[in-house]
């Protein structure tokens, strides 16, 4: 199983990309593909600077779950869309399971 911190390495970058790029494309008819970016910036944030010590990012994931009802993907959307809550699903059970 993949540690928090190596899911942060191999996939942040791209989740960067992915939750900008479904704001641009998606925001329109799917809102929380914004708040979805935020949350993400806040973890992203709190991450930044830290080497060792995971930081507290319990209440971001919870968020995160409310705004995506669990990571359901929405109808319609594109797979950078599933691609990102599917990213974001892992980043959650990588940082539980430490």
Known sequence: MTTFNEFVKDNFERLDLFTTAITRAHGKNHPEAFEVRELFE???AKLEGVD?????????????NEVTNNFKVPKGV???????????????LAYKAE
């Open 42 to 44: 806040k973890i992203n």
């Open 78 to 92: 594109c797979e950078t869309y599933e691609a990102v809550y599917q990213m974001l699903s892992e980043a959650e």
């Open 52 to 64: 060792t010590n995971k930081p507290d990012l319990s209440e971001e994931f919870l968020q995160l």
